[in-house]
C-alpha cells in the first residue's frame, strides 16, 4: 500500500503567519492527492483535490501544490479557524490511505 | 443540501458484530458517478479507510480488514451499511460515513463512536 508521511508532526504558528505542510508518498502518485481540514469532535472536510484544486466554498488562503511524491498545503495568512488538524490522503491506487496527520496550533 | 448520517450501536461486545447503517438525504443515491465510503478515526489517532463501495456494484475493501468486512448498498432507502465481523479493541473508534465525488469525501457524517468492550 502507498504511505503517506506528513510533517511536521506539529506547527505551531501565530494568527496571520504563513503555514506549509509538507506530504510525501512511498511511490509516484500524479496528482491523485487531497487535503482534509478536522477541528476537534467534527468530521473531516475537504480542502484541495488533484493536489491543488479548491473544493467548493475553500478560501483562497488555501493552495495546495506537488506531484509525483511531494506535495505541499499552504495556508497564506493563517485565520483563527485554521488551526486543526490537516490530512493528506491519496486516491492512486487501492487502498485509499491517510497521512497520519498534522496538527496546526497557536503558538 | 447533501446529508449523510450513522446510525448503530454505541457498545459492540469482542468477537460480535459491528454493524452500521448511513442514511442519505438529499440526493438520490442511484446514480453511479458516487460511490459511498466508511472511514474510521480510532481515539486520538488518525484516519483510517474502510471500503467503498458504487451503487451499481463492486466493492473495494481494505485489505487489513478485508476478511471481515461486508458493504452493501440499499438503493430504495437511499441507506448504505457495514458489517464488521469478529471485532476486537482495536476496532474502537469513530465511524464515519462519506460520499466520494467525483473521486475524493466530499460530504461526510458526523461520525458515531463504537467502543468495543464486555
Known amino acids: 500500500e502507498i504511505v503517506l508521511t506528513q510533517s511536521p508532526a506539529t506547527l505551531s504558528l501565530s494568527p496571520g503567519e504563513r503555514a506549509t505542510l509538507s506530504c510525501r508518498a512511498s511511490?509516484?502518485?500524479?496528482?491523485?492527492l487531497a487535503w482534509y481540514q478536522q477541528k476537534p469532535g467534527q468530521a473531516p472536510r475537504l480542502l484541495i483535490y488533484?493536489?491543488?484544486i479548491r473544493a467548493t466554498g475553500i478560501p483562497a488562503r488555501f493552495s495546495g501544490s506537488g506531484s509525483g511524491t511531494d506535495f505541499t498545503l499552504t495556508i497564506s495568512s493563517l485565520e483563527p479557524e485554521d488551526f486543526a488538524v490537516y490530512y493528506c490522503?491519496?486516491?492512486?491506487?487501492?487502498?485509499?490511505?491517510f497521512g497520519g496527520g498534522t496538527k496546526v496550533d497557536i503558538k | 443540501q447533501l446529508q449523510l448520517h450513522e446510525s448503530g450501536p454505541g457498545l459492540v461486545k469482542p468477537s460480535e458484530t459491528l454493524s452500521l447503517t448511513c442514511t442519505v438525504s438529499g440526493a438520490a443515491m442511484r446514480s453511479d458517478t458516487y460511490s459511498w465510503g466508511w472511514v474510521r478515526q480510532p481515539p486520538g489517532k488518525g484516519l483510517e479507510w474502510i471500503g467503498s463501495?458504487?451503487?451499481?456494484?463492486?466493492?473495494y475493501y481494505n485489505p487489513s480488514l478485508n476478511s471481515r468486512i461486508t458493504m452493501s448498498v440499499d438503493t430504495t432507502k437511499n441507506q448504505f451499511s457495514l458489517k464488521l465481523i469478529s471485532v476486537t479493541a482495536a476496532d474502537t473508534a469513530m465511524y464515519y460515513c462519506?460520499?466520494?465525488?467525483?473521486?475524493?469525501?466530499?460530504?461526510w457524517g458526523q461520525g458515531t463512536l463504537v467502543t468495543v468492550s464486555s
Open positions: 490522503q491519496q486516491r492512486d491506487d487501492w487502498p485509499l490511505t
Open positions: 463501495i458504487y451503487a451499481g456494484g463492486p466493492a
Open positions: 511511490q509516484r502518485i500524479g496528482r491523485y
Open positions: 462519506a460520499r466520494r465525488y467525483p473521486h475524493d469525501f466530499d460530504y
Open positions: 488533484d493536489a491543488s
